[in-house]
Structure formats: structure tokens, C-alpha cells
């Protein structure tokens, strides 16, 4: 497990790390776009109440088809609405303890569906 820093607004997006494997990478990372394994954090610092994030492929080959957010603990639920294949949502930031989700999102590759799942922890600062 690692932790990223992302800038506001989150980016997602799915990217091909050759003919026949895609990854998904932090693009609104504050260093670089790395690329985000299983329960690796996106930690988001705000001073707002919201923080909105996208979901997204810069590849036709690879089309994201869902993108969810699980509530971790006690985080208010929250859903991404579709556009084509890009999903956003606003997620809520308070005060004191973080809220955390784990972020699904699923791409119809050539080699078959994937699911990528990232941890999301957005902190309110003041």
C-alpha cells in the first residue's frame, strides 16, 4: 500500500501500459501520474466542504464501465453519475476525522473486464 497526494479535482484515468494491459493512474497527483494499485490512499487536503472527482479512460481500447464509492467507517455514501465513459461525483470533506472510500471502477479491456480499487481519504483542513 502506498499514499498519493492528489490535487483538487481528483483524476482518474485508465491508461495502457502496453498492447494488452491497462493501469490506473492518479492524474491529478501533486508529483507525477503514478499508477495506483489495490488499496493504495489518494489523500486530498481541502478547506472546502466538497471535493469533486473524475473517472475516466485516455484510451479507446480500454472504456470504463462503473464507478463506485464504498463508505470506510463512518463516510456519508456517495454515487458517480455517468456521461459516455466518464463518471463524476462530489465527495463531502469534515472537519476531524477524514472520510475514507474505496473507489471501484471497472474497464471493459481487450483482454475482458478489470477492477481497479484505490482508497480515497479526503481531510478537511482548516
Known amino acids: 500500500m502506498?499514499?498519493?497526494?492528489?490535487?483538487?479535482?481528483?483524476?482518474?484515468?485508465?491508461?495502457?501500459t502496453s498492447s494488452t494491459a491497462w493501469s490506473l493512474v492518479l492524474a491529478s497527483a501533486?508529483?507525477?501520474?503514478?499508477t495506483l494499485g489495490p488499496t493504495d490512499n489518494v489523500?486530498?487536503?481541502t478547506t472546502g466542504s466538497t471535493?469533486?472527482?473524475?473517472v475516466d479512460s485516455s484510451d479507446p481500447g480500454a472504456i470504463v464501465t462503473s464507478?463506485?464509492?464504498?463508505?470506510?467507517?463512518?463516510?456519508?455514501?456517495?454515487?458517480?453519475?455517468?456521461?459516455?465513459?466518464?463518471?463524476?461525483a462530489t465527495f463531502p470533506a469534515q472537519s476531524g476525522t477524514p472520510y475514507s472510500w474505496q473507489i471501484d471502477v471497472t474497464a471493459?479491456?481487450?483482454?475482458g473486464?478489470?477492477?481497479?480499487?484505490?482508497?480515497?481519504?479526503?481531510?478537511k483542513t482548516n
Open 67 to 88: 464507478a463506485s464509492a464504498t463508505s470506510i467507517s463512518s463516510s456519508p455514501s456517495v454515487s458517480f453519475s455517468q456521461s459516455g465513459g466518464t463518471f463524476v
Open 30 to 34: 501533486t508529483s507525477g501520474s503514478p
Open 2 to 16: 502506498a499514499n498519493y497526494t492528489s490535487t483538487i479535482p481528483v483524476h482518474f484515468t485508465v491508461v495502457p
Open 51 to 54: 471535493v469533486a472527482v473524475q
Open 43 to 45: 489523500i486530498v487536503d
Open 108 to 111: 471493459d479491456l481487450i483482454s
Open 113 to 123: 473486464p478489470t477492477v481497479l480499487d484505490p482508497i480515497l481519504i479526503i481531510r
